[in-house]
């Protein structure tokens, strides 16, 4: 039954699904072809994103807590002015996009950047690691490489699928309600996870090249996910987790520092 299960995933995976490339591959080769649900398209997503982001913000007005740091925004825009006229390398039309960075005072570890260019830091992951510019620039970069490439896009598509696959297997297979938990659990470690990872690693070697074509040290990857990697002891092993291990993800960095080297010694 399990193996039965297991061969309906592909087939399943396939429903509503169209092929897309999102990018181009820039200097680090970054051209895995994506699957999106043909049904939702980028400019549904990003309207998604727009409303969740301008709700986010609202609430920390109310709450007082943003852009209260005003040095600490203006180093954020300084540095972004530098990244976003960088992705042209991978899309053309991001540069056009309505680019957007603000700052969250909260001991927080974190930041993001959802469809169409909304940045936001939390202070916690600045003032915590004792950030310098050049890690900024990395984790910016990372954040901007998931819009760039779509991936929120993307993991809509993918919970979709996940579901309706779940539950055309159970259907297809005579499958219980233990059954359907089963094949969820199996959807979700076998699918699901992999392929965030798939995700994140994209956007270190993405985050690395806007990083380098803007002037900023390629060595600053290694040494912010070795803060990263210290300041999250104790999280799940990297096959439950949607990010790869710090030494996997640092290994990988540091065999792609000399694609993006060039890049670099040329902005400088």
């Known amino acids: 039954m399990r193996t039965r299960f297991l061969l309906c995933l592909p087939l399943l995976a396939l429903v509503g699904c169209e092929t897309v490339q999102t990018t181009q591959g820039g200097a680090v080769g970054v051209d895995r072809e994506q699957r999106m649900f043909s049904a939702l398209s980028s400019a549904e997503v990003d309207k998604m994103a727009a409303e969740s982001y301008n709700k986010m913000l609202a609430e920390a007005r109310s709450k007082k807590v943003l852009n209260t740091d005003a040095a600490m925004v203006q180093r954020l825009r300084r540095i972004s002015n530098d990244l976003i006229p960088q992705v042209t390398h991978f899309r053309q039309d991001a540069r056009s996009w309505n680019w957007e960075v603000n700052l969250i005072k909260s001991d927080q570890i974190n930041a993001s950047c ?22 900024i620039a990395q984790i910016m970069g990372h954040e901007i490489a998931h819009a760039l490439r779509e991936h929120g896009r993307e993991a809509i598509s993918r ?10 297997a159970g259907a297809l297979l005579g499958l219980g309600q233990a059954g359907q938990q ?18 994140e690693s994209e956007a270190d070697l993405i985050g690395l090249e806007l990083a380098a074509r803007a002037g900023y040290k390629p060595e600053a990857a290694v040494s912010l996910w070795q803060k990263m990697a210290s300041a999250s002891q104790g999280q799940p092993p990297e096959f439950l ?16 520092i000399p694609r993006v080297q060039p890049l670099y010694n040329a902005a400088k």
């Open 159 to 168: 919970a979709y699928v996940t579901q309706t696959g779940t539950q055309l």
């Open 182 to 199: 089963a094949a969820s659990q199996a959807v979700q470690v076998g699918l699901t996870l992999p392929n965030s990872r798939s995700n």
């Open 241 to 256: 987790s949607t990010h790869p291990n710090s030494g996997g993800r640092i290994q990988a960095l540091q065999a792609a």
């Open 114 to 135: 959802a469809p169409g260019g909304k940045i936001i830091f939390y202070s916690g992951i600045i003032t915590q690691l004792k950030l310098t510019d050049d890690e």
